[in-house]
């Protein structure tokens, strides 16, 4: 399952953190996402049950919504990883595309494919992993 993987001991919260302050997006373009009743979430967690136990899969990038208030309780509805061009918003979330798997109830070690471990070598590398 995981052979096309990298083993890296590393804190995933940690890592979690770091990529979430590279995601930020900047509040003018937060505010003309608001006033599109639209919202944006930069990463997507997922958990699976797998032979290898319980595991979690984070996904970085744009994962758009629309946002729907039903009796005073708001809702976001996706909408999906990119948005209508026609909305006028471009934003670039820099860590769009990259991912790795984790075994939830443990800090460490992380998995990352080799091919998104490729695409941000130098990123990656920075952070000495």
């Given at each position: ?24 997006v ?59 061009s ?29 091919s ?14």
């Amino acid at each position: 399952m995981l052979s096309d993987y990298l083993i890296i001991n590393f804190d995933k919260e940690l890592l979690h953190r770091i990529l979430i302050s590279k995601a930020a997006v900047p509040d003018e373009q937060m505010k003309l996402i608001r006033e599109k009743g639209l919202y944006v979430k930069p990463y997507h967690i997922v958990y699976k049950k797998t032979t290898l136990g319980e595991m979690e899969y984070r996904y970085y990038g744009e994962y758009w919504y629309k946002v729907v208030y039903h009796n005073k309780r708001r809702r976001l509805i996706y909408i999906g990883k990119s948005i209508p061009s026609d909305l006028g918003i471009k934003i670039s979330i820099p860590i769009e595309g990259f991912s790795f798997v984790a075994y939830r109830y443990k800090k460490s070690p992380v998995f990352i494919k080799k091919s998104v471990y490729s695409s941000f070598s130098s990123m990656l590398k920075s952070l000495g992993l």
